[in-house]
Nanobody
Framework: QVQLVESGGGLVQTGGSLRLSCAASGRTFSSVAMGWFRQAPGKEREFVAA????????AVVDSVRGRFTISRDNAKNMVYLQMNSLEPEDTAVYYC????????????????????WGQGTQVTVSS
């Protein structure tokens, strides 16, 4: 089992930046692939970014490419989402997710592929 706790959300103006953090505890963190998802009111939860077990492979959704960066620090059991040039369309609850993973380059893009979820952190971008 892995417990995930997100932090770093808040209210920011268009064009601003935020860094979300996700603290993991439980299972050995280096055997867990991680992802970030978001859910806006009335919409489905959607993929934002993913990272493999050692940070060597990442993926982001097209709508945030060039603006958002996912990273991890296995020594600290942390995963991060750096969000720059934020837009009102980025407003959502952001969730950290994890799943057991082999030591390979695979990243996971779908909600159903993840077993562990945090409680979410609200990001609001004002226009």
């Amino acid at each position: 089992q892995v417990q995930l706790v997100e932090s770093g959300g808040g209210l920011v103006q268009t064009g601003g930046s935020l860094r979300l953090s996700c603290a993991a505890s439980g299972r050995t963190f280096s055997s867990v692939a991680m992802g970030w998802f978001r859910q806006a009111p009335g919409k489905e939860r959607e993929f934002v970014a993913a990272i493999n077990w050692n940070g060597g492979h990442t993926a982001v959704v097209d709508s945030v490419r060039g603006r958002f960066t996912i990273s991890r620090d296995n020594a600290k059991n942390m995963v991060y989402l750096q969000m720059n040039s934020l837009e009102p369309e980025d407003t959502a609850v952001y969730y950290c997710a994890g799943r057991n993973s082999a030591s390979d380059g695979k990243v996971y893009l779908s909600t159903y592929e993840y077993s562990y979820w945090g409680q979410g952190t609200q990001v609001t971008v004002s226009s």
